[in-house]
């Protein structure tokens, strides 16, 4: 069973510069994942914000960014709002039928 | 504009069947898009459950595989996942969504529905 991997939690200063990785447990993430991240609020449904690596979902930001770092997805937030504080998961294209989220990151904005 | 709204009884019995209904409006279900399901469980955080294709054609989660079943009614023009044995571990928010052009582009997404697995 695949594992991705995500940090548990981080934290950022309003108006600073946070980048939260996605990882695979068995080599590195490409573009041939197609990695998404988004935005889980509590009551509300997951708020897609990026797909295929690095395009913006409709509506999002563009404080918010992504790309692969490193052998990871990334998804990096910068000029961090109040607003901001939320768990982001990411998502990981393994094949045909296959994809598999990673355990999510609770950032904290303080 | 597609919009999509799950339902389903939000208390299932151990052991018992989960069944819900995703009704696809502003949209056809038998358009060139995957429709999957994905829920959110304490323990686990999001997960994938399965996908389908209007001609029926399925996949699944391999650690889901022996319990879901993913159908589609073009006439109902809805979606509907059924997964049976359940636990507590099954106790979740379950989202349908549609996959766009790329894979893992989801948009939009279903409000959710509770499922509450308890006796």
């Known amino acids: 069973q695949t594992v991705v991997t995500q940090e548990p939690s981080f934290s950022v200063s309003p108006g600073g510069t946070v980048t939260l990785t996605c990882g695979l447990d068995?080599?590195?993430?490409?573009?041939?994942?197609?990695p998404s991240w988004f935005q889980r609020t509590p009551g509300l449904p997951p708020r897609t914000l990026i797909y295929s690596t690095n395009i913006r979902s409709s509506g999002v930001p563009d404080r918010f960014s992504g790309s692969i770092l490193g052998g990871k997805a990334a998804l990096t937030i910068t000029g961090a709002r109040a607003d901001d504080e939320s768990t982001y998961f990411c998502l990981l294209y393994m094949g045909v039928g296959t994809r598999v989220f990673g355990g999510g990151t609770k950032l904290t904005v303080l | 504009q597609v919009q999509l709204q799950e339902s389903g009884p939000g208390l299932v019995k151990p052991s018992g069947t989960l069944s819900l209904t995703c009704v696809v409006s502003?949209?056809?279900?038998?358009?060139?898009?995957?429709w999957s399901w994905v829920r959110q469980t304490p323990g686990k955080g999001l997960e994938w459950i399965g996908e389908i294709y209007h001609t029926g054609n399925t996949n699944y989660s391999p650690s889901l595989k022996s319990r879901v079943t993913i159908s589609v009614d073009k006439l109902k023009n809805h979606l509907s996942l059924k997964l049976n044995s359940v636990t507590a571990a099954d106790t979740g928010v379950y989202y349908c969504?549609?996959?766009?052009?790329?894979?893992?582009?989801?948009?939009?997404w279903g409000q959710g529905t509770l499922v509450t697995v308890s006796s």
């Open positions: 068995s080599g590195s993430v490409s573009t041939t994942n197609h």
């Open positions: 969504t549609r996959e766009m052009d790329l894979p893992n582009w989801f948009d939009p």
């Open positions: 502003g949209g056809s279900v038998s358009s060139s898009n995957w």
